[in-house]
């Protein structure tokens, strides 16, 4: 049976772990051609094989999109390979903590690089593509932290509101075009990297033992999202399921707005 991508093409940014991955990969399975992102060779290629094992025609480009020239090479990629762009996930970014006195400079701009300007460049680069072919489909990975607030976090939840807003400023600018633009919004989804030292920026990493515990104290649904999970909500907004929805922000939180 086709799948509900068969004949698309889509660019996932940030594609090498976690929600890029999920993503891509069931992107793969649903009959997308794809072209997926990343810093980490290694891990880009692997997963660049795993999409062509289901079937795909993928392609890994080697990106840091803080970088103009790196996200037009994204592009351009994609367009001598397939011809067309039909979806953009706008999945790559960071996470940072600190407060308005904490937060040092570096980290500021670092944060609105790659969670900010680089997702505006990458949709900058895409939308007259996608409005000389008809139409597409451009989905930013925005964050709970979207629509309320956290502490110790200022950077980072600034930045995915401004993604909330950048969601329903460009879903007004071009809707008329056929060009749909909605937002992931997912709750703590765990990933493998936030294991790691230096993934959120001013913190010690956690265990696996102390991040379950934390999980089930405060989120409704006692756990946290899989990759999985948030990547089924990309393909509803990315597919034509979702074809009379624009301007949303999907929350996929486990109730963690809700409270």
């Given amino acids: 049976m086709p799948g509900k991508l068969s004949g698309k093409t889509a660019i996932i940014t940030g594609a090498t772990s976690g929600i890029g991955k999920a ?3 069931l992107f793969a399975e649903e009959g997308a051609n794809l072209v997926i992102t990343g810093r980490r060779v290694a891990l880009g290629q692997a997963v660049e094989a795993e999409c062509r094992n289901r079937g795909a025609r993928c392609s890994f480009v080697q990106a840091d999109h803080t970088r103009a020239e790196d996200c037009e090479r994204v592009v ?4 001598r390979e397939f011809g067309r762009i039909d979806i953009l996930f706008n999945n790559a970014g960071i996470v940072t903590r600190g407060t308005a006195e904490t937060t040092e400079e570096e980290i500021w701009r670092e944060t609105m690089e790659i969670n ?11 939308i007259p593509h996608m409005k000389r072919q008809g139409g597409g489909v451009i989905v930013h990975n925005g964050s709970d932290w979207s629509v309320v607030a ?3 976090v200022l950077p980072y939840v600034v930045s995915k509101g401004a993604i909330a ?5 460009m879903a007004l600018d071009f809707a008329r075009d056929g060009i749909r633009v909605n937002a992931v919004c997912p709750g703590d989804t765990f990933v ?12 010690e990493p956690v265990t696996l033992e102390q991040a379950i515990r ?9 756990r946290f999202g899989r990759p999985e999970e948030i990547a089924r909500a990309v393909l509803f907004l990315a597919s034509d399921d979702s074809s009379f929805v624009t301007g949303h922000l999907l929350l996929v939180d486990g109730g963690n707005t809700a409270q």
């Fill in 23 to 25: 993503t891509a990969l």
């Fill in 76 to 79: 351009d990629t994609t367009l």
């Fill in 116 to 126: 900010v300007t680089a997702v505006w460049r990458m949709s900058k680069l895409v």
């Fill in 150 to 152: 956290g502490r110790n």
């Fill in 165 to 169: 807003m950048m969601t329903k400023s």
């Fill in 192 to 203: 493998e990297r936030w294991l790691e030292q230096g993934y959120f920026k001013y913190s």
């Fill in 214 to 222: 934390e999980a089930s104290e405060y989120i409704p649904m006692g």
